[in-house]
């Protein structure tokens, strides 16, 4: 999960929010019963969580210092509750009783991440690697695999090695290979028993909220950043594809993260708006992907808003890069939460960020659910026509890397309205797989613990187990929500 206050709202003129949702409610809409059918035999069933967030050991047995170590320790402001990850769930500790949760699951996957600096503290293979950190991922892979889980592995998950300084990577191109080297260090010492692999998550995060806050050059740097990202991604690939996947047999692939746009209105501009959030969201990566270019929309739309003078802000590809880069991906990873409404934005005028080149409005439907965040309303359908709109558009198998509910810690463990999101989004799963044809073949729920969520800290929750953050021996409890997703993967119904 992504924490970070995407976009800010401009207050929104609420007569015309009426207008709009009544609007949306004359419209056909996905029914909201829950769907009857069973969920295909291959199709896969996991949970996630990422390195930082649960981990804590930040300085132990070699490992180097993080960005978010840096960020917490050096400045703790923009965390919500001044917290950092130095304890987190102590998951570096507690394999046996994370591995004990995951089989009363009865998940077929745990989707986890390595930490790039406890395996290579100072960023660079080259200048060393940390053995008690590869023991660590050594261990838990070994112990999965005794219990029959299977292993979805990210690469990097928002914790760059402080040693390589952000955002010195990924914006300048020399670095690309410390990011292939660390790859090809995880695929030697682990690959033999990792089906998935993911390059990235939710990079998008990376380059601009990210970049955006700490760039001298936000509207520039995030292009850079995502040209970068792909690249590493795609030589990475390749690496795989060629040293690898013989052996391994696994799959590569990237995990994007994205709410369903819907148009604010019916007017040509927010329907185009709503379209090109998608693209500048999910095309800004998938198109260069699997098509070998960015979309059209963004090079248009970031040219004219670029001085005549420059060249544009978008890079462009060389045909050999476009041929390097295209056709990359086995598999899409989609990480999705919640919903909004998109409108055209009046131009702020002279501005260079990646947010004026989108040059959206957000909104929310006042009927839909809220939850604890400001930007995450409970819309089942949206996962459908998300799911829908990846399906038509790249043709590549979808995995759903990360979906989940947020509360700020009451009720507790009764997590009822948890409940009703797992069936309600799944249902629209079912939809879409037996109405609609998508090629989806798994869904891993965010979060398999309550963890450490980056700018809210502690505050926000997302957790089938409880976690006892005032405990020393960070206990563990299993929420209402356990029983129900653990129902879930035994019956493969939802009902
Ligand atoms: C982080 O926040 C806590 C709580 O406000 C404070 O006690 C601590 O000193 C802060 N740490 C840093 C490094 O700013
Ligand atoms: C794992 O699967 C194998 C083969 O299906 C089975 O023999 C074994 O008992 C399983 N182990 C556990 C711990 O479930
Ligand atoms: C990585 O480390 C090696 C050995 O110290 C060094 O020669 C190389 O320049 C480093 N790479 C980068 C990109 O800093
Ligand atoms: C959490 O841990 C604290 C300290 O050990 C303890 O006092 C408290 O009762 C625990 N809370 C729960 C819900 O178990």
């Not at 395996?119 to 023991?135: C, D, E, W």
């Not at 690249?231 to 696994?250: I, L």
């Not at 060249?311 to 590809?317: D, G, Q, T, V």
Request: aromatic share 16%.
């Amino acid at each position: 999960m992504y924490a970070f206050k995407k976009f800010k709202c401009p207050d929104y003129n609420s007569n015309l929010g009426l207008f709009l949702s009544a609007i949306i409610l004359l419209k056909p809409s996905f029914a909201d019963n829950i769907n009857g059918e069973s969920f295909p035999s291959n199709f896969i069933f996991g949970a996630s969580t990422s390195a930082y967030q649960i981990e804590g050991a930040w300085n132990e047995d070699g490992k180097g210092e993080g960005v978010w170590d840096h960020i917490t320790h050096v400045s703790n402001i923009s965390i919500a509750d001044r917290s950092s990850g130095d304890v987190a769930c102590d998951s570096y500790h507690k394999v046996d009783e994370d591995i004990a949760m995951l089989k009363h699951l009865g998940v077929d996957y745990y989707r986890f991440s390595i930490a790039w600096s406890r395996i290579v503290p100072n960023g660079n293979v080259s200048q060393g690697v940390n053995l008690p950190g590869v023991m660590y991922y050594l261990r838990l892979l070994e112990k999965l695999e005794r219990e029959n889980i299977s292993a979805m592995v990210t690469i990097f998950h928002y914790d760059l090695p402080q040693a390589l300084s952000f955002p010195t990577m990924f914006i300048d191109e020399n670095y690309n290979s410390l990011y292939v080297d660390y790859a090809r260090l995880a695929f030697l010492l682990f690959g033999n028993k990792v089906k998935y692999w993911i390059t990235f998550n939710e990079p998008q995060g990376v380059c601009t909220s990210f970049l955006e806050k700490y760039s001298t050059k936000p509207g520039t740097d995030s292009y850079t950043c995502t040209h970068n990202i792909i690249k590493c991604h795609a030589m990475t690939y390749w690496m795989y594809d060629s040293d690898f996947r013989d052996d391994q047999k696994g799959q590569v692939g990237i995990v994007l993260n994205t709410n369903w746009d819907e148009p604010a209105s019916q007017d040509a501009k927010d329907i185009e708006a709503a379209k090109r959030k998608l693209l500048f969201e999910v095309g800004w990566y998938a198109h260069p992907l699997v098509f070998g270019d960015y979309p059209d929309e963004m090079k248009t739309r970031i040219r004219l808003y670029t001085f005549p003078w420059e060249s544009s802000r978008l890079p462009k590809f060389t045909d050999e890069e476009k041929s390097l880069i295209k056709g990359t991906l086995d598999f899409i990873g989609l990480n999705h939460y919640s919903t909004s409404l998109v409108s055209d934005a009046p131009d702020p005028g002279l501005f260079r960020t990646y947010e004026k080149d989108l040059g959206i409005l957000k909104t929310y439907d006042p009927s839909w659910e809220k939850t604890s965040l400001d930007w995450f309303y409970v819309v089942p359908f949206g996962l459908r026509k998300i799911l829908n709109w990846l399906d038509e558009t790249y043709k590549v198998p979808i995995i759903i890397t990360e979906n989940g509910y947020v509360e700020d810690g009451s009720p507790f463990l009764d997590d009822d309205r948890r409940i009703n999101y797992y069936q309600t989004y799944l249902s629209n799963v079912l939809d879409a797989i037996y109405i609609d044809h998508v090629n989806v073949i798994g869904y891993f729920t965010w979060s398999l613990m309550d963890n450490w969520e980056w700018t809210s800290g502690y505050t926000q929750k997302f957790g089938l187990y409880y976690v006892n953050f005032s405990s020393p021996t960070r206990d563990r409890l299993p929420k209402k929500s356990v029983a129900y997703y653990k129902k879930v993967l035994k019956t493969r119904r939802l009902v």
